[in-house]
DNA sequence: TTGAAAGCGCTAACAG
DNA sequence: CTGTTAGCGCTTTCAA
C-alpha cells in the first residue's frame, strides 16, 4: 500500500507538502504540486482514511441503528443514505439484537468513529441514550421529548382523528384496531385519540383493538383474530402498511373480500401500500428521514439545513367505499 | 475522552499493560487487572476503534455496495448484515450513483478502511473491479465468471425452463416476458431458455418481451403495454417479485383480474410476493446473502463456513389455475 | 509479568 | 510557499 511518504520520497518533495495537495489545505506552488500529482498517479496513492480520521478526530461517517428489520427501515433507510451521501457522509448500519449492542455502537460515538447516531428503533432507555449525546448528536425516529435528542417523530393524535373522522363519514361504526406497543409514545397517542374521539361519538364499537410488540406476523395474528369474531369489525385501521398488507393477505386467505367485507387501512405510505392497494396515510417518511440527516448535518457542521415540518395526508391507493347496510 | 493514558496515568501502571487488558492478548497479574479494570470503570473508558483499526491495518468492516435501492435490497442486506454482526463484523453501506463513486467505496479497500466488499449491483466494467481484488475479497450478487470475485449467482437458465414448463403442463399457450437488462448474464440465460423453449414446442406465441433496465416503473410500464394489446398474453413472467407486484397492481388499475385475465409470475420470494398473493420462484436470495457473507470471512480469516448450493423452488403465494380456453 | 519505545498514515502548528 | 516536528490512540516487539 502507498502512503503520503512514499510519494514524498518519489517526488522527493516533504511529506507535508505532499499531504497539502491530497487533503487540498493550504498553498502549494503549482511545480511541485504537478509533480507530487505524478507520482500519486504513478504509485496508484489511496489516502488512508483510518488514519485520517484518527488525526482530525472524526469520521464523516454516520451511524444508522436499528433493533430489527422491518419492511419500512429499508425505504428509510434508502432516503437517509442518500442524503448523507449527498452531503459526505458515509452511513454504517448496525442491527443492534441487544442492549449490549445497541450500547457497542453507541460508544463509538465517544472515539468518533461515528459523528452522529440515528436510532430507528432503540432497545435501551432514553435515560442510558441521552448520555450518549454528549459525544455527539443523536436523532431519532421515535416519538420522546428529550432537550438533547431530535426526534423526527410526526404527532398521532390528530392523524388518528382524521382516519376515525373519515370512516364516521363513510358509515362505518363499528372500527377494530391494531396498535404497536404500548410503550411508544405515538402508540399512546392513537389510543387516546380514540377514547376521546369514543366519548365525543357515543354508539360506536370501538373495543376491538390488538397490541403488536414486533411487526413479524402482527397483520397475520391480528386477521386471524377477526376471521373468529362473528361480528368482526367492518373497518381496521393498522399501525404500518406492513402490518395492513399482511392483515389483507390473511383476510383473503380465509376467503373474505377486501374492502368489501373489511376496509383496511395503513399508515405509512410504503410501496406495499400502493402494491396491493389500499388507502394510507402519509406520514411523511422520507420528510423524516431527510430531517433526521439535516438535524445530525446542522449539529456537526454548525449549518442550517432545512428541517421542515410535517402535513399528513390520505392516499388512496385502494378504494375507500361508503359502508352499506 | 479518555484514552489508555489516562487509565494508566489513574492506575499508576503502564500503557502497555493497560492495553494488554483492554485487548486482552498477553499476561497481566490479576492485582495489576483488577486496578486496571476499576480505573476503566471509574473513567468510562471505551476504547478508540479508530486508533485500533490503523495500528492493526483492518476495521472489521464489510462495505455493502449498491448503486440504487430496490426492494430486495433490503431484504438482502437484512440477512448479509445480521451474518456479518454474528461473527464481529459491521458493515458500511454505500450507495454508489456513478462509477466514480463506486471507485471511491472500492479505494476504502486498499486502506482497510474496508477489509472487504459485498456488490450488490456494479456500475464499473468488471475489469475494473477485479483490479480491486488485489486489496481485499469481492464478492457480488450479480452472476459472473471471474477468478477472483465470489458470485452468489444461480443460474437462470434451468429456473426458467421449469417455469416455461410448468405454464405449459397447465395450458399457457401465449407467454409474456418481462426482462432485465440484457447487459446481465442471468438475463441473457433466461432469454437463452425462452429460445430453446420455443424451438422444442413450436406454435407457442412467445414473442411478447420487454427488456428494463431499472425497476422503477418496469412492472407498470410494462402492464400499460399488456393493457394496449389486442390479444395479450395469458400468462407472464416478470425478473422480480416487485415488478411482478407492479404489474398486477396496474392491470387491477386497468381493471383487469388477475390471475383470471391474466396470471402474473415472480422470482425472488420476496415478502410483496406474500402480500400481494402470486406465484413466485425462490431463488433462495437469503442463502445467497449468507454465502457471500461466507465467502468474505472464510477469506479474511481463513475460515471454512459452509457456502451451501442453492435449490429454487416453487412458492405459490397465489392460485396457479389451469388455463380455460 | 512488565515497561520503554517505535510506529500505523496522516495533519497542523510553527518556523523559516 | 515549504520542511520539521509533534502527535492522534493503540499494539507489539524487545529487553528487563
Given at each position: 500500500?502507498?502512503?503520503?511518504?512514499?510519494?514524498?520520497?518519489?517526488?522527493?518533495?516533504?511529506?507535508?507538502?505532499?499531504?497539502?495537495?491530497?487533503?487540498?489545505?493550504?498553498?502549494?506552488?503549482?511545480?511541485?504540486?504537478?509533480?507530487?500529482?505524478?507520482?500519486?498517479?504513478?504509485?496508484?496513492?489511496?489516502?488512508?482514511?483510518?488514519?485520517?480520521?484518527?488525526?482530525?478526530?472524526?469520521?464523516?461517517?454516520?451511524?444508522?441503528?436499528?433493533?430489527?428489520?422491518?419492511?419500512?427501515?429499508?425505504?428509510?433507510?434508502?432516503?437517509?443514505?442518500?442524503?448523507?451521501?449527498?452531503?459526505?457522509?458515509?452511513?454504517?448500519?448496525?442491527?443492534?439484537?441487544?442492549?449490549?449492542?445497541?450500547?457497542?455502537?453507541?460508544?463509538?460515538?465517544?472515539?468518533?468513529?461515528?459523528?452522529?447516531?440515528?436510532?430507528?428503533?432503540?432497545?435501551?432507555?432514553?435515560?442510558?441514550?441521552?448520555?450518549?449525546?454528549?459525544?455527539?448528536?443523536?436523532?431519532?425516529?421515535?416519538?420522546?421529548?428529550?432537550?438533547?435528542?431530535?426526534?423526527?417523530?410526526?404527532?398521532?393524535?390528530?392523524?388518528?382523528?382524521?382516519?376515525?373522522?373519515?370512516?364516521?363519514?363513510?358509515?362505518?361504526?363499528?372500527?377494530?384496531?391494531?396498535?404497536?406497543?404500548?410503550?411508544?409514545?405515538?402508540?399512546?397517542?392513537?389510543?387516546?385519540?380514540?377514547?376521546?374521539?369514543?366519548?365525543?361519538?357515543?354508539?360506536?364499537?370501538?373495543?376491538?383493538?390488538?397490541?403488536?410488540?414486533?411487526?413479524?406476523?402482527?397483520?397475520?395474528?391480528?386477521?386471524?383474530?377477526?376471521?373468529?369474531?362473528?361480528?368482526?369489525?367492518?373497518?381496521?385501521?393498522?399501525?404500518?402498511?406492513?402490518?395492513?398488507?399482511?392483515?389483507?393477505?390473511?383476510?383473503?386467505?380465509?376467503?373474505?373480500?377486501?374492502?368489501?367485507?373489511?376496509?383496511?387501512?395503513?399508515?405509512?405510505?410504503?410501496?406495499?401500500?400502493k402494491l396491493v392497494g389500499f388507502p394510507t396515510v402519509d406520514l411523511c417518511f422520507r420528510q423524516q428521514a431527510q430531517n433526521s440527516f439535516n438535524y445530525l448535518f446542522n449539529q456537526l457542521r454548525n449549518a442550517e439545513l432545512p428541517v421542515q415540518s410535517l402535513h399528513p395526508k390520505w392516499v388512496d391507493w385502494g378504494p375507500f367505499p361508503q359502508v352499506k347496510n
Amino acid at each position: 500500500m502507498t502512503t503520503i511518504y512514499d510519494i514524498a520520497q518519489l517526488s522527493g518533495i516533504s511529506k507535508s507538502t505532499v499531504s497539502r495537495v491530497v487533503s487540498g489545505n493550504g498553498y502549494v506552488s503549482e511545480a511541485k504540486r504537478k509533480r507530487i500529482l505524478k507520482a500519486m498517479h504513478d504509485l496508484d496513492y489511496v489516502p488512508n482514511q483510518t488514519a485520517k480520521n484518527l488525526r482530525r478526530q472524526h469520521s464523516n461517517t454516520l451511524g444508522f441503528l436499528v433493533s430489527d428489520y422491518f419492511p419500512l427501515v429499508g425505504e428509510f433507510m434508502n432516503v437517509f443514505v442518500q442524503a448523507a451521501h449527498a452531503k459526505g457522509y458515509n452511513v454504517n448500519l448496525y442491527f443492534t439484537q441487544n442492549k449490549q449492542g445497541e450500547r457497542e455502537a453507541l460508544d463509538l460515538l465517544a472515539t468518533k468513529m461515528l459523528d452522529g447516531i440515528f436510532l430507528m428503533t432503540r432497545i435501551n432507555s432514553w435515560s442510558v441514550i441521552e448520555s450518549y449525546q454528549a459525544f455527539g448528536p443523536i436523532a431519532t425516529w421515535h416519538r420522546v421529548n428529550l432537550p438533547d435528542i431530535y426526534s423526527a417523530y410526526l404527532d398521532h393524535y390528530p392523524v388518528y382523528t382524521m382516519i376515525l373522522n373519515r370512516l364516521l363519514a363513510h358509515g362505518y361504526t363499528h372500527i377494530g384496531h391494531v396498535f404497536s406497543s404500548n410503550r411508544d409514545a405515538n402508540t399512546q397517542a392513537r389510543v387516546r385519540a380514540l377514547q376521546d374521539f369514543g366519548h365525543a361519538n357515543p354508539g360506536l364499537k370501538l373495543s376491538w383493538q390488538k397490541h403488536f410488540t414486533h411487526q413479524t406476523q402482527a397483520g397475520q395474528n391480528a386477521a386471524k383474530a377477526w376471521l373468529q369474531e362473528r361480528i368482526p369489525p367492518q373497518a381496521v385501521i393498522c399501525y404500518s402498511d406492513h402490518v395492513a398488507a399482511e392483515f389483507i393477505a390473511t383476510l383473503r386467505e380465509g376467503g373474505k373480500r377486501v374492502p368489501q367485507d373489511c376496509l383496511v387501512i395503513g399508515t405509512d405510505n410504503s410501496q406495499v401500500a400502493k402494491l396491493v392497494g389500499f388507502p394510507t396515510v402519509d406520514l411523511c417518511f422520507r420528510q423524516q428521514a431527510q430531517n433526521s440527516f439535516n438535524y445530525l448535518f446542522n449539529q456537526l457542521r454548525n449549518a442550517e439545513l432545512p428541517v421542515q415540518s410535517l402535513h399528513p395526508k390520505w392516499v388512496d391507493w385502494g378504494p375507500f367505499p361508503q359502508v352499506k347496510n
